[in-house]
């Protein structure tokens, strides 16, 4: 009988074993299907960084930030194999094996990489994806407002800060505006400067213009309301220097509208809670 339970507790033993190793397998590359007169786009959940088509039998391109089109040149057998494709994203990986089928209502048109197709790699140029961001950004649209004290009037244009928070290596500036005019405000650039705050000498003065990491919104027109956010990385500053966002107008008479923060709101931004 001892031997007999003994028995049964290693098959058991045996089998959670053999299902934890199968667990930490990567999972088994998946299969696109393709077809000369069909074009496949391949939709990576994450800002593409690099794809690679093994073979010369299909022709590709990233026409967007998360897209791939895919086309074989010319006919093949059924069920040939047309190659393997390699998507490389922010942070993860998918690979699939691009397989033809002569018929063209049995190829994939759209596919889009599902969470467990992704394998996942330490990119030590992103401390943040741009999904990341864009989760951020949106949860301070969802928050009541906590910055009030840094706002500006110009030319029947009103702005004001919604929020500074950081997060990782990032601030996030969340900020409004609001056209008080009939005629409706096209948007021609939106820059982030470090200046002096006070302009003794001209050749003293210094302003160090900044590139935004991410920006949540794109849109270059509004009539009444504007809202957006921006993502900088994190930085320290003098007193003597603000940091400046300034939103200008793509007419030569343009109306320019600014906003000068702080370097103690800056210190005084808020945590994200994860």
Sequence with gaps: MKKLLFAAMTAVLTMHA?????????????TIFVNEHVTTHLIMPETIRLVDIST????????????VRLKPTGAMNDHEQA????????????????????????ADTRYTIPGWGLQEY???DVQMSMGEMSRYAFRMFNAKRTVTNIHSKKDKMKAWVNHICSAGDYFFIDFSMEN???????????RVKLEDKKQ???????SIEMTPEYMLYRVNHFKKHYRNVIVIKKLTFPEAKVLKIEVSENQISGRT??????????????????
């Design 122 to 124: 330490t990119n030590p």
């Design 56 to 67: 010369d039998t299909i022709a590709g391109n990233q026409v967007n930030d998360n897209i």
């Design 257 to 274: 509208i600014e906003l000068n923060i702080k370097y103690d709101d800056v210190l005084n931004a808020d945590c994200f809670d994860d």
């Design 200 to 206: 003794k000498k001209a050749t003293n003065y210094q």
């Design 18 to 30: 053999g299902s934890a190793d199968a667990q930490t397998k990567e999972s088994p590359m998946g």
């Design 180 to 190: 008080k005019t009939k005629i409706p405000y096209d948007i021609s650039d939106i």
């Design 83 to 106: 190659g393997v494709v390699t998507v490389i994203g922010e942070r993860h990986i998918a690979q699939y094996r691009l397989v033809y089928r002569d018929c063209m209502l049995l």
